[in-house]
């Protein structure tokens, strides 16, 4: 028979993790005299255990509450809880007196240290008992928090192409590279052109086309400024004879 039995192996806790729950280890003394224990945690901020320390008396139990305070928000579904609890018992055949099994946990250690028993107790979250209204919530909050990542990446995106100052450097450098070529053509001067040399013999023509009817236009100014003073003498004279 086993003289000191610390049960169980593992502490189950189940959801809501957010909140205040209790698991139970037991100590039980099978021994003919008492034992005292103690119990150790990793997590010290996470768990309260009543009471931490006691005496057993010979063939009593005592059952130990483990009380998780509550996590500050739900884990994850791949949390994977690596809290553990350490139980140490050590005899104590002799009274304490008034010191607490803490003020005499030292001198109990240095005493029967070869006769300590131990066993460590690890800890899991029930993650898959949690209710699905609770993942909903969880998921409600969450998907609001993408949507609005989203919306935000989307609006950044359409800034970008309203306003091209905001474009990459590449995009600007091309577009400033085109403008400046276009704007090299516009105010380029005709004659460096090939096509101004056409132009120039289009417009040459007319101009010698009109050098030369500009005698003819002055010779028939002439001829009829002739014949206004020939028919103006020859009506005086007329008007002379008849009257």
Not at 187 to 216: I, L, Q
Request: proline share 8%; hydrophobic share 40%.
């Amino acid at each position: 028979m086993v003289l000191v039995d610390i049960s169980p192996d593992l502490l189950e806790y189940k959801p809501p993790f957010t909140e205040q729950s209790t698991e139970y280890a037991t100590i039980t003394n099978n021994s003919d005299q008492p034992i005292a224990f103690k119990v150790k945690t990793t997590a010290p901020k996470f768990y309260c255990v009543r009471p931490n320390a006691a005496v057993v008396a010979p063939g009593e139990s005592v059952k130990v509450q483990v009380i998780l305070l509550g996590l500050a928000k739900e884990p994850a579904e791949d949390f994977k809880c690596r809290d553990k609890f350490l139980v140490i018992t050590l005899p104590a055949p002799y009274d304490l007196g008034e010191k607490s099994v803490a003020e005499a946990w030292p001198e109990l250690e240095a005493e029967f240290k070869q006769k300590a028993v131990s066993k460590k107790i690890k800890v899991k979250y029930l993650l898959d008992q949690r209710e699905p209204s609770q993942q909903a919530v969880e998921q409600a909050v969450e998907k609001p928090a993408q949507q609005a990542q989203a919306q935000e990446q989307n609006n950044a995106a359409v800034v970008q192409e309203s306003h091209p100052e905001h474009a990459p450097e590449s995009v600007q450098t091309i577009d400033q590279t085109k403008r400046s070529v276009e704007e090299e053509e516009v105010s380029k001067p005709v004659e460096d052109t090939p096509a101004s040399e056409p132009e120039k013999h289009v417009k040459s023509a007319p101009s010698a086309a009109s050098a030369k009817t500009e005698p003819v236009s002055a010779q028939e100014g002439a001829l009829n400024s002739t014949a206004l003073i020939l028919i103006a003498i020859i009506a005086l004279v007329l008007g002379w004879l008849y009257y």
